[in-house]
């Protein structure tokens, strides 16, 4: 008999119908529960005193309707800052971690000022690299000064950069000092074994905290509206102050939700295959 003529016993079959019956009735009170909670916090809000004021004043469907076209129109630029400064971050933390990972007493001043950079805007609160770099260096009237959406992009690479860099730093350091042995043993310089060996490891296990700050810095990007350009969250803003109701503001953080739901979705993928990787299932 081979493996394609095996029947299954009696004893799988009814192993596998109870698992099928088990699968129906959790999805059945996962439903259910999810349901009656859903209704209990829909009569406890539109049930509170000041519900019809607050529904007027930030879910008005007229002024949400005529403030999403321009809520549109900043999210674009939203959109690409994100792209821009999420590849930006990306290189320059994993040059900062490089750097501090480093090895020999010639590399100190390196180390040490790569340390200093990541201690500096891990420090920092955004909003002061924002006003910073968008407002005071405008202030020395320098030539070929970059526009401000350029310096509010700056601000949040460089503060994301020292968060990224201290992930891929821990990546780094949890490769086994002996596959670096391994490698320099079969004639590999240590450029060589950085790309070529701890590098690729080291990513693939900080994958998962990668995306995460990648998701936070999604959110951030809003506040380059604080410098002036004309983003989701500014374009709301010049709505409500038209219209004197919040509603777009409202508008912007559904499109923000819905532009983070993807990524949020990569990121729980990747953060269980990689679990899945580490238990060998």
Sequence with gaps: MTLLDHVPSEAQLRRAAYRRRQSVYSVLVAASSTAALGTLLVI?????PGWDRVRRSFLDPEIARDALPAVLSGLWLNLRLLVCCAAGALVLGLVIAVLRTLRGPIFFPVRALAAGYTYTFRGLPLIIVLYLLTLGVPG??????????????LALVLTYSGYLAEVFRAGIESVHPSQLAAARSLGLTYRQTMRHVVLPQAVRRVA?????????LQKDVGLVSLAGPIDAVRAAQIATAQSFNYTPYVVAGVLFVLLAIPLIAVTDW?????ARRQSGG
């Design 44 to 48: 406890a809000v539109t049930g509170a």
């Design 270 to 274: 990747v953060t269980l295959r990689a």
């Design 140 to 153: 020395l009237r320098l030539q070929g000064m970059p526009p401000v959406l350029v310096l509010g992009g």
């Design 208 to 216: 998962p905290p990668l995306l995460n700050d990648v998701v936070a």
